[in-house]
């Protein structure tokens, strides 16, 4: 299980994964959902990342966990292009899935030379979406049974693949939106001989350079992730900084092993930002990975600014 981001109270409503708990301890999400995993099934083997996926890390997570089907819940086209490389590269399966306003996608990605291959996502589309010619999560929001209709076809087509039963999977894009009643599906198709992907095997997302900053969707948040931290950062040392220059008290500064978090009573929250959480000051969450989560901006220069000044870099 790979996330980026900490459990918000935006996140109950939808994933069944959290709940209000969650959301006031703020978790990174890949360690709430494997513990409610756990709790559902003891015997089920899970690894929580709680990670970037990115063109730093994501053939490292992949290949260490030698998978036989990625699943996409993602929230943004370029990773879903980079989840594509990576199957392509690794010849997997991977199940795309997403949910924004009322409407679910989901399509399952079968590469070369597997049987049943179809056009992967670089035949469909050779680049992500303009900003703001799709509506987000930001702009439109999700209708929680509209994630979880998704949720249940994606699970259903990666058992068929687990199952190796290559003719049941079924080769279109699916669209449903259960508020307006719609049900609808595009054949995508064999692969592409023009694609540059998994015809010429160009990984162009895979070999690109990972961005420094990033919004969270739906968040108030901005992630910052600068250049020569890739070795990792001392928590530990990052605590003692943040309590002696942030303004945080001890009780604001809060430590587990996958995260820090800290209330910094002299940094005010963006007017324009309205974080679900009603928070007057900025929240900083850091990562043992070197990157930090920036919680009440949507301002990457800010952000990067609050990265540089309480953490140095």
């Not at 709940?19 to 083997?45: C, F, H, T, Y």
């Not at 249940?152 to 068929?160: D, P």
């Not at 540059?196 to 910052?224: I, K, N």
Request: charged share 20%; with cysteine.
């Amino acid at each position: 299980i790979i996330d980026r981001d900490p459990v918000a109270l935006s996140n109950p409503p939808r994933p069944t994964l959290f709940g209000e708990s969650d959301a006031a301890a703020s978790p990174p999400k890949a360690a709430a959902a494997a513990s409610r995993l756990r709790a559902i099934n003891s015997e089920v083997e899970l690894t929580a990342h709680a990670a970037d996926f990115s063109p730093r890390n994501a053939a490292a997570l992949t290949t260490s966990a030698a998978p036989s089907v990625i699943l996409d819940g993602t929230d943004n086209f370029a990773t879903r292009l980079l989840i594509n490389d990576v199957a392509v590269k690794l010849g997997v399966p991977f199940i795309y899935t997403g949910a924004v306003g009322t409407r679910a996608m989901i399509a399952a990605v079968i590469p070369r030379p597997l049987p049943h291959a179809t056009a992967c996502l670089r035949c469909l589309m050779d680049s992500p979406p303009a900003p703001g010619s799709v509506p987000t999560c930001q702009t439109a929001g999700i209708l929680g049974p509209a994630s979880m209709i998704a949720a249940a076809y994606q699970a259903t087509q990666a058992i068929k693949v687990m199952l190796g039963k290559w003719d049941r999977l079924d080769g279109r894009l699916v669209e449903i939106d259960p508020w307006m009643n719609l049900h609808r599906s595009l054949d995508v198709g064999s692969p592409s001989d023009a694609c540059p992907c998994c015809a010429q095997r160009r990984f162009d997302y895979l070999s690109a350079a990972a961005e420094s900053t990033a919004s969270l969707c739906g968040a108030g948040a901005v992630q910052v992730w600068p250049a020569g931290v890739d070795s990792g950062i001392d928590l530990d040392q990052v605590a003692s900084q943040l309590s002696r220059h942030s303004g945080a008290q001890p009780s604001e500064l809060h430590r587990s092993r996958f995260m820090l978090r800290a209330v910094l009573a002299e940094e005010p929250i963006d007017t324009a930002t309205s974080p679900t959480s009603g928070a007057a000051f900025l929240e900083l969450s850091v990562f043992p990975d070197g990157r930090a989560i920036v919680r009440g901006t949507e301002n990457p220069a800010r952000a990067r600014s609050i990265y540089a000044k309480y953490l140095g870099g």
